[in-house]
């Protein structure tokens, strides 16, 4: 029997040509992805691409169901394609065990596929695969789930809504200061751990950081101090990779900064104060252990001190062997040794402010903000998914909504409450203001060794007559590249300039001779051994329209005399964390202010 002929028989013989035909990315192959995956094959879509970082957790075997034990510490990816074709071996398969941000990942690549699905829990990645779609016009779907709510959304650049249109939850805040000297929950220690730790030695270097909090806080020689730690963080970095640089960082932490925190006696008056750890008996101790990773069950229990100096060493150690070899990290929690070193770097400060310890799977929870799952949940989410994709394949992408599973817990059992259980959502256009849908996308090719900053820009002028050269801005990210009255950059190299080899866009903004305001837009550098610019498929056109007229701002009255408080604020999906202020007229987040480098 024909292993399709359901399938053609229920979409009709046009829809299932299409499904045969259609080029599938889906990103993610945790709890949604698997049931996405099942969903798609036994549909007959003809060819999916599979991407996933992560390894199968025995955590997951309770609703990951392609995963069995036998699988455990194996990639997700590869696994999810070997179980999945076992449903249909009429399809083609292609699993990646890497990170969607990976360079191989670019952005011809995306424009490879027909249609993207998201099935993904992590912001930042989220964001970067709407972006990468929304450049490259590719459809996306995007879903999550949360408990007994979750949701499937058809993003379809230029038409609809995407991912950036709307700002996320306002996220949890906690005062710089508590964090970085006076802890007092776990929390506190985890936040420690994860976002000023972890990318200080791990991370990118922002110098800039620390000098704002001398200026905005009035306890000046509390941030003084907390500035030199973190200068000092800096130095001890540059030997990240060599022998003893865990150890290193254990003492300077552990020991230097706790000595340091106590000489400040005003901080005291009224807390417990902290105690050093006994480094030097700790870490010979910790080297007479054997690796506590090996011991999964260990995952659910409290370690003991001894246990987690061991972790911290080794996580320290492997993490800094990666910054070496491969240039600055970002925080996974599904990245086992950052996830390790997180866990231990919080347990043993809450060791020394005789905090609670906590369990590695609780400290996860607390830093990945993990809702539990509901297996049931995914699978209806995952349904969804695919009722879309069928949906945008027959071009009725306008008539689609946001379905929204929205039953409370109750709900399980049907037949006991008879409420609605999908609502649906109106579809609205991109919104005017999006950083994303709001920019025209042009791919160039370059080689960033020899093409210069004036090269690039030149041929961006020449092929869009409404860029005046005399009026365009370049940046990349919140580095500003070039402008009229900078024009030192022009002559050097995108490779000297530091400008990323790969997932690299750079925002041209412009006004034109009659001040009308001109679409602004991003530059994705395409990596190319090719001398010269080379401008990639079509050239989009530019909007203009006349600029909003300029208001003069209205002085503050008694700006001077503001008591602003700066405070660390942590986003709810597992995310960076932002400097905010906050004043006597309420809270504000304020934009990040452009840099020349």
């Known amino acids: 029997m024909d292993r399709h002929a359901p399938s053609r028989a229920l979409l009709g013989t046009q829809l299932f040509a299409q499904v045969e035909n259609t080029r599938v990315l889906m990103v993610g192959a945790g709890g949604i992805g698997c049931e996405l995956l099942k969903n798609l094959a036994m549909l007959g879509f003809g060819h999916i691409e599979l991407v996933d970082l992560d390894t ?34 009429n399809i083609t398969i292609i699993s990646h065990h890497g990170n969607i941000k990976d360079p191989q990942f670019d952005l011809a690549w995306f424009k490879s596929f027909n249609l993207v699905f998201n099935a993904l829990d992590n912001l930042d990645a989220r964001r970067h695969v709407n972006l990468m779609c929304v450049a490259g016009k590719v459809p996306l779907i995007d879903a999550g789930t949360a408990g007994y709510s979750g949701q499937s959304t058809i993003i379809q650049p230029g038409v609809t809504e995407c991912y950036d249109c709307h700002p996320k939850p306002t996220p949890k805040t906690f005062p710089v200061c508590t964090i970085r000297s006076t802890p007092s929950a776990p929390i506190h220690c985890i936040v420690w751990a994860k976002n000023f730790m972890f990318p200080q030695l791990f991370g990118e270097d922002e110098d800039e950081g620390d000098a704002n909090l001398v200026n905005d806080t009035t306890n000046a020689k509390q941030v003084q101090e907390l500035v030199r730690e973190a200068q000092a963080l800096r130095e001890l970095k540059r030997s990240a990779g060599l022998p003893g640089f865990a150890e290193r960082v254990f003492v300077k932490i552990y020991r230097h900064d706790i000595e340091r925190l106590l000489s400040m006696e ?41 246990e987690t100096t061991k972790v ?61 799952i509901v297996a049931t949940t995914n699978g209806v989410v995952a349904g969804l998914m695919v009722l879309h994709a069928l949906q945008v394949l027959e071009g009725r992408v306008l008539e689609t909504t946001t379905d929204l599973l929205t039953a409370p817990p109750a709900a399980q059992h049907l037949v006991s409450r008879p409420n609605q259980v999908l ?66 950059n022009l002559g050097r190299t995108l490779a000297d300039l530091n400008v990323p080899s790969h997932h690299a866009f750079l925002l041209v903004d412009a006004y034109d001779q009659d001040d009308q305001l001109v679409q602004p837009l991003s530059v994705y550098i395409q990596k190319s051994g090719k001398k010269g610019v080379e401008i990639l498929g079509n050239v989009p056109q530019l909007w203009t329209k006349p600029a909003p007229p300029k208001v003069q701002d209205a002085p503050i009255a008694g700006g001077d005399e503001l008591d602003d408080e700066v405070v660390m604020a942590v986003d709810d999906d597992d995310e960076d964390i932002i400097m905010t202020e906050s004043s006597a007229a309420g809270n504000e987040t304020g934009h990040v202010g452009r840099t020349r480098r």
């Not at 199968?56 to 699988?71: A, E, G, K, S």
């Not at 050093?276 to 069950?297: G, I, K, Y």
């Not at 005017?432 to 042009?442: K, M, N």
Request: aromatic share 8%; glycine share 2%.
């Open 423 to 488: 609502a649906r959502d109106k579809l609205f256009p991109p919104v005017s203001s999006c950083a994303v849908c709001a920019r025209a996308y042009v791919q160039v090719a370059v080689d960033t060794a020899s093409t210069t900053l004036g090269d690039l820009l030149e041929a961006i002028v020449d092929a869009f007559s409404v860029l005046p050269v005399d009026n365009v801005t370049v940046l990349e990210g919140a580095r500003m590249l070039y402008d009229p009255d900078f024009d030192d």
């Open 312 to 372: 911290f060493l080794q996580s320290t150690a492997a993490l800094a062997k990666r910054y070496a070899a491969s240039g600055p990290q970002s925080f996974d929690k599904d990245d086992d040794a950052a996830m390790a070193f997180v866990s231990a770097a919080a347990n043993l400060r809450c060791h020394v402010y005789h905090i609670a310890l906590k369990s590695f799977f609780e400290i996860k929870s607390m830093a990945g903000n993990i809702v539990p």
């Open 56 to 89: 199968i957790d025995v955590t997951n075997l309770n609703r990951q169901f392609l995963f069995q034990r036998q699988h455990v510490s194996q990639s997700k990816a590869h696994v999810a394609r070997e179980s999945a074709l076992r449903f249909n071996r």
């Open 266 to 306: 005003g901080l005291w008056q009224m807390r417990q104060k902290p105690v050093p750890l006994d480094v030097e008996a700790l870490v010979a101790a910790a080297n007479e252990l054997r690796d506590p990773l090996a011991d999964e069950t260990a995952h659910c229990r409290v370690r003991t001190i001894e």
